[in-house]
């Protein structure tokens, strides 16, 4: 490891750090909210992670000349609720059925599904609570749009239609467009929305978190067809076990690999009128060079 | 029916008409979102409702001097998604397991289960865009707390952990404040809210929605009880079959109608401080003097 890359992994670990403690600190006390909906909560949020989103969000925001605050912190925990909200519905029996995340058993495993649906639904509605709180309405609407019926919640859509059909590569890309880049694209937008970002910086923030999130579903993808279930937290080959549309299934491994590349280059290439752009940069090699 | 009764009646269905237009107005086109998705959250909000919720925030907006704009339908029919993403989920086989809602199949017996929950998330989701629309954080903040851990959620959570035990009047009440007294006060806080209602006010609406939502699950309870599953568009008696904490299980049908009325009595008389009460009173009414 060079010089450069171990202090840019300091520095992304200490940004995980305090994104980790605002995390827990936002979180309900078991006083005022029943006690097993708030270990729930809890659970799913102290699982671990690798808190990318809220990266994104910091590093645009950095990127765009912001100071984070109480409120910019607020954000940060907001987008990783809401990621963590997504996983919960997503492992539900009646979707992905999925009994191990992050090495752990999934949330409906450990409390039973009623509390899982509603665990995860306050999380959303804590994000949301948390997101407003923020001052910034704009905030709200792209987190909002982000997650929705055109975004995430599509893309999940998407993906069970596809379950056990033979899908073109549009339709994949159309799903991870969906599923996953609608939220690094909103967690890019938002830190540059936060930071008061003028336009052109914003619609360069608009393609890094696209490209970025493309780049990154597609590694997930290769990752559940090669990687190591204990390395991962989850089980390798769950995708092509459930007959999930998956990038290298519907072309092949060496062109989805090909095109993570491209896309982290269009990713890079995006961020040119930022001078502060290391920690964005930093994020494209995580996203791509990963074993989990 | 006396003069006035008719023209508060005729009031009320008019807002209703408005209220109805736009709840559709604002749903994704099946254009933009994937159709299953588009079409289940059309159906669960087109299948009819009081629209209560609505109304009250109507009710309380005007009292409090607001002239309706966009920005205000656009939360008075969140108020609403909000209340059929909470349906949605609490019908689902793992939480209630009811087949039937406004005497339709709910919506995970019409699209499966998976496509009810993402449903019910994306009206939570779709909700929380429009309040962020409506540029008043503070309202975004109200909603999120009336349905979060502490509120709506946290009731959920209580009626579920109740069932089949034998629960306290105390905790009967705790219940119903949560689980459908938190949004009446938040619909009644926010619509004073997007009017800029000076403090004072503000508390009255505070108490005014408390004890209306108060009112109004004490009678669903008895509804529930004594009422006609054809008329009620749900199935009477199935609080009672499940083994629900109810308000007349919990003391006796005649301490459960002394309350209703009781509540209704506190928040006619948390209005007086409003010179323009009339649908905030004929809503009262409306709460208890209904048969589904």
Request: charged share 25%; aromatic share 4%.
């Amino acid at each position: 490891m060079s010089m450069i890359e171990a202090e840019r992994q300091l520095d992304l670990d200490a940004l995980r750090a305090t994104i980790n403690r605002k995390l827990e600190h936002y979180l309900p006390e078991p006083s005022c909210t029943p006690s097993p909906l708030a270990e729930a909560m809890r659970y799913t949020i102290t699982a671990g992670g690798k808190r990318l989103r809220p990266l994104v969000l910091c590093a645009a925001h950095r990127a765009s000349g912001g100071i984070p605050d109480e409120n910019f912190w607020r954000a940060a925990a907001a987008v990783e609720y809401l990621h963590t909200f997504s996983l919960v519905h997503d492992d539900l029996p009646c979707m992905d059925d999925d009994d191990l995340r992050r090495g752990l058993p999934t949330a409906h495993k450990k409390f039973g599904e009623g509390m899982a649906v509603l665990a995860g639904d306050a999380l959303a509605v804590l994000a949301f609570e948390l997101l407003g709180e923020t001052g910034n309405c704009d905030v709200v609407i792209e987190m909002a749009q982000a997650i929705g019926a055109r975004g995430m919640i599509a893309g999940q859509v998407g993906d069970l239609a596809a379950e056990g059909c033979e899908v073109s590569l549009a339709a994949v890309q159309q799903i991870h467009r969906c599923k996953t880049a609608a939220l690094f694209r909103g967690c890019a937008r938002g830190g540059g929305l936060l930071a008061g970002v003028d336009d052109q910086r914003l619609e360069a923030l608009t393609v890094y978190g696209e490209q970025l999130g493309t780049a990154f579903q597609i590694v997930d993808d290769l990752l559940d067809l090669e990687g190591d279930t204990e390395q991962m937290g989850k089980r390798a080959g769950a995708d092509l076990r459930r007959g999930k549309a998956t990038y290298p299934g519907a072309s092949s491994p060496d062109r989805a690999r090909a095109d993570a590349r491209e896309a982290a280059r269009a990713a890079r290439q995006a961020l040119e009128a930022f001078e502060d752009r290391v920690a964005l940069l930093a994020l494209v090699d995580l996203a791509v060079a990963r074993e989990a």
